[in-house]
T-cell receptor, first 113, second 111 residues
C-alpha cells in the first residue's frame, strides 16, 4: 500500500460547481497536511496547510482532515476556470526534522466556463 | 524577482553526458530539496539538505549527486545521463515549519 493515495483524475466540472478532492494515507504518524496547486509548466505552490484533525477555510477553499479515517479533503466552492490545475496533497510527521513531505500523485482538475 | 530560481529551464542532452542543474534561493531558508516529477508518478525526492554541511539521499538518489555550495545554492548532477532520467526537475526550499517553496522547474530530455 502506498503511503499516500490520490485519484489522478482528470476531473472536469462546470464553472460554479463545488469540487471535492481527496487523499488517503496509511501512516498514522502524519500530523501536518498540505494542499499544493500546480499550474501547467509551473512549480507547485502551497494552497492550504493544516495541523492534525479539523477544518480550515480560506476564501473559496476548505481543507478537512480526518485522522481517524486517515483521509483528507480539499473543497473548492464556486469553482472558476482559473482553478484549473493539478492539486497535490502532501503530508509529514512534521516538527522540523521529523520527516520530509510525502506527496500524492496529484489530481488534474479542469473547470469549464 | 523569483524567490527560487532554476537554471536551465529546458535542456536536451544525449545519453552518457554529464549534466548539472542549478538552484538558487533568496528566501534565506536552510533547507533545500531536489525532486523529479513524472506523469503518473508524482513528485519524488532525490536529495535534500538541511544545511550546508548536511546532505541526505531521498527516495530515488541512484544516478544523481548533489552539491550544496552555499546556503542559497544547491546543484543536482547527473554524472552519466540516461533516457529514463527524462523528467521535470524541481528545486524547493523550506524553513522549520515544513512549507516548501518550489522553483519553476527544469524540463530535461535525455536522448
Amino acid at each position: 500500500q502506498k503511503e499516500v493515495e490520490q485519484d489522478p483524475g482528470p476531473l472536469s466540472v462546470p464553472e460554479g460547481a463545488i469540487v471535492s478532492l481527496n487523499c488517503t494515507y496509511s501512516n498514522s504518524a502524519f500530523q501536518y497536511f498540505m494542499w499544493y496547486r500546480q499550474y501547467s509548466r509551473k512549480g507547485p505552490e502551497l494552497l492550504m496547510y493544516t495541523y492534525s484533525s479539523g477544518n480550515k477555510e480560506d476564501g473559496r477553499f476548505t481543507a478537512q482532515v480526518d485522522k481517524s479515517s486517515k483521509y483528507i479533503s480539499l473543497f473548492i466552492r464556486d469553482s472558476q476556470p482559473s482553478d484549473s490545475a493539478t492539486y497535490l496533497c502532501a503530508m509529514t510527521r512534521g516538527g522540523g526534522s521529523q520527516g520530509n513531505l510525502i506527496f500524492g500523485k496529484g489530481t488534474k482538475l479542469s473547470v469549464k466556463p | 524577482d523569483a524567490d527560487v530560481t532554476q537554471t536551465p529551464r529546458n535542456r536536451i542532452t544525449k545519453t552518457g553526458k554529464r549534466i548539472m542543474l542549478e538552484c538558487s534561493q533568496t528566501k534565506g531558508h536552510d533547507r533545500m530539496y531536489w525532486y523529479r516529477q513524472d506523469p503518473g508518478l508524482g513528485l519524488r525526492l532525490i536529495y535534500y539538505s538541511f544545511d550546508v554541511k548536511d546532505i541526505n539521499k531521498g527516495e530515488i538518489s541512484d544516478g544523481y549527486s548533489v552539491s550544496r555550495q552555499a546556503q542559497a545554492k544547491f546543484s543536482l548532477s547527473l554524472e552519466s545521463a540516461i533516457p529514463n532520467q527524462t523528467a521535470l526537475y524541481f528545486c524547493a526550499t523550506s524553513d522549520l515549519n515544513d512549507e516548501q517553496f518550489f522553483g519553476p522547474g527544469t524540463r530535461l530530455t535525455v536522448l
